[in-house]
Every structure is written in structure tokens, then in C-alpha cells.
């Protein structure tokens, strides 16, 4: 039996394209974590600009915050709807892909060519014209970003 690593995360980035049918192979190391740390099961959930992709235990840690941040806050109702009425329960396919709901490609444009970011906890999969002008921006911001980190 494998020993869990907290060390394992989402991490780097990589750029992919989708097959015909809107599948996306899922780069190794992200496989690695998801094998080590979590299970195969993830959930794909709309964001502001991407698709967010998370393992199904932290999704739901996720939805727990969700939950608890409308209770205290009603105006968070339209935020919860859009974020959890889009989720799709995926799962990996023995080749390593995930399949991109249809509905979710066409919210973000995405097409053919993605970026797939990884974030620590989960990673997001962005078209690449947008991932590279989100990349773009957040360069040109970059000093105000190391501020606020040097902060603590």
C-alpha cells in the first residue's frame, strides 16, 4: 500500500489540446497526485474565467465553505448557484483523460487548445488565448502581487 505524501500538489503549468470529442488528457504528475493523495474522481465546476478542477474530497471541503459563507451572507445566492450548478462529476478514463462537458467548453470559448494550471489544492484549465492574456496581466501587476505577499 502506498503511503499518502502531503508533499504532492497541483503544481506548474502545461499547455494541451482536446480531442474531437472534447477529451483532455491529464498530464502525469497531476495524475500522481490525484493517485497518491486523493482519488480519481474529480469535479469540474465553472468559474470567472475558467474551469477549476478539483478532487472530490476538496470539492467538498469547498462546498462546505459555500454552504457556511451563504448562511451567514444571502446575497451569496446568485455566486453559489452559478459556481455549483456547474459542476460536472468527472472521472479518469484508463487512458487518463477527462471528458469537458460540452456546456463548460462553450462558457469559456474553449476549443481545442488549453492551459492547464495547477494551483496547489486543484488546478484550472483555461482556453489558451485567454490563459495568456490572464498571464499577461497578472506579469504587469506582478509588483503589486509581491507586496501584498511580503505582508504577512
Known sequence: ???????????GFSEHALDAKGRLNIPARFRNVLQEVYSGELIV?????CLKVYPVARWEQEEEKLLSKQEKD????PFVRYVVGGVHECTLDKQGRILIPAGCRKRFGIVKDVVLSGMVDHFEIWDQVAWQQE???????????????ASG
Open 1 to 11: 500500500m502506498k503511503k499518502k505524501s502531503s508533499k504532492l500538489r497541483f503544481r
Open 45 to 49: 465546476t465553472i468559474w470567472q474565467k
Open 74 to 77: 444571502p446575497s451569496l445566492e
Open 135 to 149: 498571464a499577461d496581466r497578472t506579469q504587469q501587476d506582478f509588483g503589486k502581487y509581491t507586496v501584498s505577499m
